[in-house]
């Protein structure tokens, strides 16, 4: 009687441990936030923030309200909430993205093609020197962005203020970078 209660139990652990295993394991500890300092060394060894892969640190969640007569969408997904249709799209933590350009101080980061760019730069206070996601009209830890030719608000997923969104990079690339410096032993004059 005991065994047959215990082989459910087992089917069960062996499911759940062998899906934490398959999964990938993403770890803070894998990335470094994007700061001013690291972008100056970057531009001082003259090497293209382009080819640098970006992340976002935090889930976030980008959503508006849709007239029922636009109800296409080009990003995310339609939902209908409290009669209302609502797009939502959705940037999990970790996702890779890219640089697309520059303006000013602020880096426009894409983590999919179209024209929807997310804008990061120097944060204030405890983040000035790491990137940060930038916004307007920030209200109760949400803000409005711009995002494909529309306005959003965003709230974050796995933080309680989207202004703690931060840019980072993978650990990895900045101590490739690190390593491309070298000291040169010097020539004397032979006699």
């Known amino acids: 009687m005991l065994i047959r209660k215990m082989i459910p139990l087992a089917v069960a652990l062996v ?3 062998s899906n934490c295993s398959n999964s990938k394991s993403v770890t803070s500890k894998q990335y470094v936030p994007f700061t001013k300092q690291l972008q100056q060394r970057l531009e001082r060894d003259n090497l293209d923030l382009h080819q640098l892969q970006f992340y976002v640190d935090q889930g976030l969640v980008m959503s508006r309200y849709v007239d029922n007569e636009k109800a296409q ?3 995310g997904v339609i939902k209908f909430d409290n009669g209302q249709y609502i797009n939502e799209v959705v940037v999990r933590p970790f996702t890779p993205g890219i640089l697309d350009n520059t303006a000013n101080d602020r880096l426009m980061i894409s983590f999919e093609k179209g024209n929807n760019d997310l804008a990061f730069g120097p944060g204030s206070g405890y ?25 959003f608000r965003v709230h974050c ?14 650990k990895s690339e900045v101590d490739k970078i690190e390593k491309k410096s070298r000291v040169v032993e010097g020539r004397t004059v032979s006699q």
């Open 15 to 17: 499911f759940i441990f």
């Open 73 to 75: 969408v080009s990003a």
């Open 127 to 151: 983040s000035a020197d790491e990137y940060v996601l930038y916004g307007t009209d920030w209200r109760n830890g949400t803000a409005l962005i711009t995002f494909d030719n529309s306005k």
């Open 157 to 170: 997923t796995t933080c309680t203020d989207v202004a703690t969104a931060r840019l980072m990079v993978r």
